[in-house]
């Protein structure tokens, strides 16, 4: 909430604003392979994914093909209902989340 600063438009990045007690909620430390990187802090894939379900700004086809991706490469169901309880998302009772 107090950052300050421009982003670029052309690439339709918009600011996220997470709720205080979520902020430090499923981030974890990646390390970049690449010669002179520094660590940076991300959110773990089902935090992603119930930040992009809460968002009133995505579409439903965006919201679905996003808990599809994430089934394919992650196997992690049980952090993904808790990720979405967190942040007050309700799924669809027609998208079956186990």
């Known amino acids: 909430p107090t950052w300050e600063g421009t982003l670029p438009t052309d690439l339709g990045i918009r600011p996220l604003s997470v709720p205080a007690p979520l902020r430090n909620y499923g981030v974890q430390t990646v390390y970049p392979t690449p010669p002179g990187t520094v660590p940076v802090q991300m959110y773990v894939p089902a935090v992603a994914l119930a930040q992009v379900w809460a968002d009133p700004e995505v579409t439903e086809e965006d919201k679905l093909d996003g808990?599809?991706?994430?089934?394919?490469?992650?196997?992690?169901?049980?952090?993904?209902?808790?990720?979405?309880?967190?942040?007050?998302?309700?799924?669809?009772?027609?998208?079956?989340?186990?």
């Open 67 to 98: 808990l599809v991706m994430y089934r394919a490469f992650w196997d992690d169901e049980p952090r993904l209902q808790e990720a979405l309880e967190r942040y007050g998302v309700i799924v669809p009772s027609v998208v079956t989340l186990a």
